[in-house]
């Protein structure tokens, strides 16, 4: 794209431009100023991946999650990373309760009518989906290694049929999405919003010591984060935005694939990542899939923190409100 990249789905509205390494800057046009929002959950704030953010301490937010990557990546005018575990679509609209006593703002009170770029990285927690299945099936595993017995614990009989409950579920998590993304909209109706998919957990074939779920617990695990995944497609096609697909990119990197995981397997380890949630180099995965869905172009593959923003370029977040 030559000496100057102009990010794509920006570029009509003449919101950015990003200078690619070894352009020259005599020819090259300032980067324009982009004000940065990211909206969601664990998967976007990153618990217990280094270093945690302290505003507030009860979402467990990371400088390192993939918000933080991105922000550094596009050299964006704002930042502001209202994201905060345990989050639900319900979240975006009024105060969601933490740990020690604390409250956090709706999410959506991060956006304004001057927001250009939104992440939004939502949908799991919603009927309780991801922390049920598993919680379930780690504990379920010893009661049958080689069958399925997690799945069989969401299976109800309704209307004289068997429905897996988790599977509708992650069906129904598409019209809460659909309703937080026209909200997103909104509030910052000049803003190009992308949906950020959820990282592949379970490896397609085989399992592991570090994901204890029962064999047969593996494929239908899977199925459901497809269908949620799915689901977040579909959310983002009929509310306008654009969504970020990251099973290709992490595939091969799923909780069983050791060094290379982008995600963590059933045990928390402190200062790495929380069980069943994305390391440091899964978020940074994480952003160059999102980068890359923003620009059309590869960022450079480097390790390390993410990059400190210039002076005055983040907008702290609020103290929330005690009690």
Do not use: K
Not at 35 to 47: H, K, R
Not at 146 to 151: D, E, N, Q, S, Y
Not at 284 to 313: F, H, K, L
């Amino acid at each position: 794209m030559g000496a100057v990249l102009v990010v794509a789905a920006l570029a009509a509205a003449g919101v950015v431009a990003v200078q690619l390494r070894g352009s020259a800057p005599a020819t090259a046009p300032e980067p324009a100023p982009v004000d940065y929002v990211a909206l969601g959950d664990s998967f976007s704030a990153g618990p217990l991946v280094p270093e945690a953010r302290s505003d507030p301490a009860g979402c467990f937010r990371s400088t390192n999650n993939y918000p933080a990557y991105l922000a550094g990546y596009l050299g964006v005018r704002t930042y502001r990373d209202v994201t905060c575990s345990g989050a639900r679509t319900r979240d975006f609209l009024r105060p969601q309760r933490l740990p020690f006593g604390q409250t956090t703002p709706p999410q959506l009170d991060a956006l304004s009518a001057g927001t250009d770029l939104v992440t939004v990285g939502i949908g799991g927690n919603d009927f309780g989906l991801f922390g049920s299945i598993v919680g379930t099936c780690t504990e379920l595993r010893d009661r049958n290694p080689r069958g399925a017995p997690c799945r069989q614990s969401f299976i109800r009989r309704i209307g004289g049929r068997q429905v897996d409950t988790r599977l509708r579920d992650a069906l129904r998590v598409e019209a809460h999405v659909t309703r937080a993304l026209r909200a997103v909209a909104g509030r910052a109706p000049d803003a190009e919003v992308y949906l950020v998919g959820y990282p592949q957990l379970l490896p397609e074939r085989g399992r592991c010591a570090a994901v204890p779920f029962a064999a047969g617990d593996y494929p239908w695990g899977g199925r459901v984060a497809r269908q949620l995944n799915a689901s977040l497609r579909g959310a983002a096609e009929r509310a306008g935005a654009t969504f970020v697909d990251l099973y290709p990119a992490s595939r091969g990197h799923d909780a069983c694939a050791g060094p290379q995981a982008w995600l963590n397997g059933s045990e928390t380890l402190f200062g790495l990542a929380a069980g069943f949630h994305p390391f440091q180099q899964g978020m940074r995965g994480m952003a160059q899939e999102v980068y890359a869905a923003i620009t059309g172009d590869p960022v450079p593959r480097e390790a390390g923190d993410a990059a400190e923003p210039p002076p005055g370029s983040v907008v702290r977040n609020p103290q929330p409100d005690a009690g």
